[in-house]
């Protein structure tokens, strides 16, 4: 064990201040085990080391907020059964961005077997998947065909995996940007549901507890690239294996049923699956939580191949397997139910008192190291930063409709806007029998049958926002995820975020996390919806071009179990009102929008400006109405702004609309602007609504009826829009196909 | 009357089924293990959607081994009421209890939509209390649904009576539009689409609370 060179150290990714502070942790040099341990624990993947110091400032505590951060996933309190008995969610997004790169379709699946494990292991079945998607352009004449591929792979393994496992994945947005071609972004949320006395904790509890290795056998797969890059301490037989894992949905389904059911002998103390850093993290990370140790037995750890290392053993990311300790003189209940479930169960070790996680191969010592400082004192860096990255303009570019109906086709046929049916359609999203909204809405709606709650959802992040101003980007991107809740009459309770950013050691990159993380947290405390868990993902960088500065926030929030109120207009005759008014814009914070995206094809200015304070009542009028049975639609204006959302309205049942707009404002801004807080509504009952808007300050327009099938908009008589529903339905309807299939222009 | 869902390794639509019975139906409804050898005194027997054993080698071809199937085909055997939806179907037709296979659809892709559908014969009991040429609305979750037989099978399915639902677009590619079928004597149905899944409102449909009357009809009369 003399191979710790400098060289080996920094093939690991650990600096060599990093490494003095691992010899004044040991008291010793490491060992080449030790060593890999404690790089991916500093990991920036498991240590959070370059975000943590800014994670801080997030929100994290409400009365409904049972476990916050630093557990698998977040919990939030939804009420109690009929029996008085509190039920729970638990729920946390995750990205699997890198691996979808290099193998799209195990890369994504895997993606989506981490966050499930995430939510079953603390005891809750997963009742909702929703996933945020990042590519290349399909048009891109270079990367065109490769990003189409990313964008099949990654959506057939996202079906493939949940689809087995059972849970239905009720929505999601993709949205497409050159600055994702190399570096696509897979973000999966996930969402269980159980009762607030049956949660597990990732605790290593009770000194003499048993510790037991459940599911997969662990294999070569997963063992981080840096033991890949270095010859001199690997074996040849490694020396290609892929580091991406791949993914059993059939055992983790297994799994599942097995973990639940072993939780409810009430033999467990304890629960974590072995996610990144596989036995490494589940091990140090249990006992630190629980102030213990764990000592196990590599010996006994199930084993797929032959002669694998006590290094590759730690190292290993094998999937679909659980640590868990248990009750000592219980045990056999725990293994009566894994080997009922065909299952393997094999007690590695057990709990001890001194603190140490102490890793024995065959009765030998081969690692030894005190779990807490392994798992919790990672270095924090507090990574300088200057202003964001910013290479676009604050001035508009001239420019002027040439057609303003040829202008909504293009909208309609983008990538961004176009209808994602061809990607959803591949989710089961009905399975289990709770989706009362699937996708296509602009909230997803599962319901909980055990309390009779619903629980409605909503993903959004928007990269161009994010890059022209990360902190009101940020802000603007909780404000919509409130809004999409709003509309279908649901209350904001929770969130999680996803910060996918690039290489934090660079200080414009850095400025970018550090103001987008800042203004999330205005906002979510502004809005009530503390962030109870998520996942940084840095570094998304390729050939030193990194990605859009782009946050996802998921946002849960509770309602009524009944039908929902969906974005298409009803009923012909039915009265307009935009809740919110026509909003302000100017060129320059046109910039960020799709009009200027699709159309003009520019980057430039600011995103749209938000007063939280307006937005926040826009909500509760649109809440009122909805929740209370007024509106026969509803629908949020974000991306393409009013037009667009008009458009959209008209889709599901071909009924369409005549719009009178009374504005100064010139055709492309008042028809394209994304001004937020604004929120379209079809009533029969106008003055209703009116009065609930006057109570709020709101101003409630009526700037229209719905119609047969043609879409009128006019401003001041003057005819802006003019189109059969039909033609702007299809453009929408096929265009993602089209473009995926057009291998003509390759 | 007592429905029997059978829960094999991977099954995943074990609790909608037995929801739709237990709790829209208003009957009994009990899981069956897949490693049981009895039925536990079940009326009707459900064999769920899903995917039984990961659908490795192929869709439903190693439930078939289950101890529990034996059970199945002997209570089918007897004139027993057996309903396979989606991977339900899929077994079936592995294990010879019903004609034909359940391959590919024809795009490639998994597909999960509501579909439309009409029963092809009133003449069973799962399609009694339906209205011949009323279509109904089931929801389809499946990648392997497109059913197929040698072209006698086929004439023999018609000619006998035994197309439980047809598909009004076909979405899978399945021959004559095939989304379900009787066995000879009438008493084991498959379908692709999942009636459970549409047993309520909020489910987007109630129209396959006509499936689950036709059967309780079925079992009344029968009974």
């Not at chain 1, 990093?18 to 030790?34: D, H, V």
């Not at chain 1, 304070?613 to 509106?631: M, N, P, Q």
């Not at chain 2, 939806?85 to 019903?98: A, P």
């Not at chain 2, 899944?197 to 396959?208: I, N, P």
């Amino acid at each position: 064990m003399s191979q710790i060179t400098p060289e080996v150290v920094a093939a690991h990714s650990i600096t060599p201040d990093e490494y003095q502070r691992i010899i004044a942790i040991l008291g010793r040099e490491p060992n080449l085990t030790e060593l890999g341990i404690f790089s991916v624990m500093w990991s920036e993947h498991c240590s959070y080391k370059s975000s943590r110091v800014h994670l801080k400032k997030l929100p994290t505590r409400s009365k409904l907020v049972v476990c916050g951060p630093g557990e698998n996933a977040g919990i939030l309190n939804i009420g109690p059964d009929a029996e008085g008995h509190n039920w729970c969610i638990a729920y946390k997004i995750e990205s699997h961005n890198h691996p979808s790169f290099i193998e799209p379709f195990q890369g994504a699946a895997t993606g989506v077997g981490g966050i499930l494990r995430d939510i079953f292991t603390m005891g809750a079945r997963p009742i909702a998947v929703m996933d945020a998607l990042r590519f290349g352009s399909l048009e891109d004449v270079e990367n065109g065909v490769r990003n189409r591929h990313i964008l099949e792979g990654v959506v057939s393994g996202i079906a493939h995996y949940g689809n087995c496992f059972g849970v239905p994945t009720v929505g999601g947005e993709t949205v497409f940007e050159p600055s994702y071609a190399g570096n696509p972004l897979v973000n999966v949320f996930a969402l269980g549901v159980f009762r607030e006395d049956q949660i597990f904790y990732g605790k290593a509890a009770g000194i003499g507890n048993p510790v037991i290795y459940v599911g997969a056998k662990t294999g070569r797969d997963g063992i981080h690239g840096a033991t890949m890059a270095s010859g001199e301490f690997t074996e040849d037989s490694m020396q290609k294996r892929p580091n991406v894992q791949v993914g059993d949905p059939f055992m983790e389904k297994l799994l599942l049923e097995a973990c639940l059911e072993a939780m409810q002998t009430g033999a467990i103390a304890g629960i974590q699956d072995m996610g990144a850093a596989g036995l490494t993290c589940s091990t140090c990370e249990m006992g630190s939580r629980a102030g213990t140790g764990i000592e196990i037995d590599l010996a006994y750890v199930p084993q797929r191949e032959t002669g694998m290392t006590p290094y590759e053993i730690m190292l290993s990311e094998s999937q679909e397997r659980m640590l868990l300790v248990a009750y000592k003189g219980r045990e056999n209940e725990v293994l009566d139910v894994f080997k009922k479930w065909g299952l393997d169960a094999r007690i590695v070790g057990e709990v001890k008192d001194d603190g140490m996680m102490r890793v024995k191969n065959h009765g030998e010592v081969v690692a030894e190291i005190p779990s807490r400082p392994l798992a919790d004192e990672a270095p924090l860096y507090n990574r300088p930063f200057t202003k964001p990255l910013r290479n676009v303009p604050m001035e508009a570019p001239a420019f002027a409709s040439a057609d303003l109906n040829a202008d909504l086709l293009a909208l309609a046929g983008s990538m961004d806007l176009c209808d994602k049916r061809w990607i959803w359609e591949q989710y089961d999203y009905t399975v289990r029998t709770n989706t009362v909204q699937g996708p296509g809405g602009d909230a997803a709606i599962v319901r909980v049958k055990e309390n009779g709650t619903s629980i409605a959802m909503s993903l959004d992040g928007n990269g161009r926002y994010t890059f022209l101003d990360p902190r009101e980007g940020a802000k603007l991107m909780v404000a919509e995820c409130c809004r999409n809740l709003a509309c279908v009459g649901a209350q904001p309770i929770g969130a999680t975020n996803n910060l996918n950013f690039g290489n934090p050691e660079r200080p414009e990159i850095m400025a970018q996390l550090v103001e987008a993380i800042e203004g999330m947290a205005d906002a979510c405390t502004f809005f009530e919806t503390p962030i109870t868990g998520g996942n940084v993902s840095l570094y998304n960088e390729t050939l030193g071009d990194p990605i859009f500065p782009s946050p996802v926030l998921g946002i849960v929030g509770l309602m009524k179990t009944e039908m929902p109120v969906r974005i298409s207009f009803l009923n012909t005759g039915r009265d307009i009102y935009l809740v919110g008014g026509i909003g302000a814009a100017d060129e320059v914070r046109m910039g960020g929008t799709q009009y200027a995206k699709q159309i003009v094809k520019e980057l430039w200015g600011l995103p749209p400006a938000l007063d939280m304070e307006f937005e926040k009542r826009v909500h509760t009028v649109v809440r009122t109405a909805v929740a209370g049975g007024l509106a026969e639609s509803a629908h949020d204006l974000s991306d393409g702004g009013l037009a667009w959302g008009l458009a959209e309205s008209t889709f599901g049942n071909g009924i369409g609309a005549e719009i009178e707009l009374d504005s100064e404002l010139r055709p492309e801004l008042l028809l394209f602007h994304e001004g937020p807080s604004r929120v379209l509504i079809s009533t029969a009952d106008g003055a209703a609504l009116e009065r609930i808007a006057a109570a709020q300050g709101v101003p409630a327009l009526k700037i229209g009826r719905t119609a047969e099938s043609t879409l009128v908009i006019r401003n001041r008589g003057a005819v802006l829009i003019e189109t059969p529903v039909r033609t702007v339905r299809e453009r929408w309807a096929t265009a993602l196909e089209a473009l995926l299939h057009d291998d003509v222009r390759v | 009357m007592k429905f029997g869902v059978v829960v094999f390794p991977g099954s995943n639509c074990d609790h909608d089924a037995w929801y739709a019975a237990s709790h829209n139906l208003g009957h009994q409804a009990e899981y069956l293990w897949h490693s049981d050898t009895e039925l536990k005194g079940s009326d009707c027997i459900i064999l769920p959607g899903g995917f039984s054993y990961g659908d490795y080698l192929r869709c439903g071809a190693i439930a078939k081994f289950s101890p529990i199937m034996a059970a199945v085909k002997r209570f089918a055997a007897d004139g027993g009421l057996v309903m396979g939806i989606c991977n339900g179907f899929q077994i079936l037709t592995e294990s010879g209890l019903l004609p034909g296979a359940l391959v590919r659809n024809r795009g490639l892709k998994f597909i999960c939509k509501p579909v439309r559908l009409v029963p092809g014969t009133l003449n069973s009991p799962f399609t009694n209390s339906l209205e011949l040429n009323k279509e109904v609305t089931f929801p389809i979750a499946h990648g392997e649904g497109c059913f197929t037989a040698d072209a006698r099978t086929l004439d023999e399915l018609e000619a006998e009576d035994r197309i439980a639902f047809r598909y009004v677009e076909n979405p899978n590619g399945s021959q004559r539009d095939i989304a379900g079928i009787l066995n000879a004597q009438r008493n084991v149905l498959g379908l692709m689409p999942h009636p459970e899944r549409a047993t309520e409102a909020l489910m987007g449909s109630t129209d396959g609370l006509g499936v689950f009357h036709s059967l309780v009809n079925a079992f009344a009369t029968h009974k």
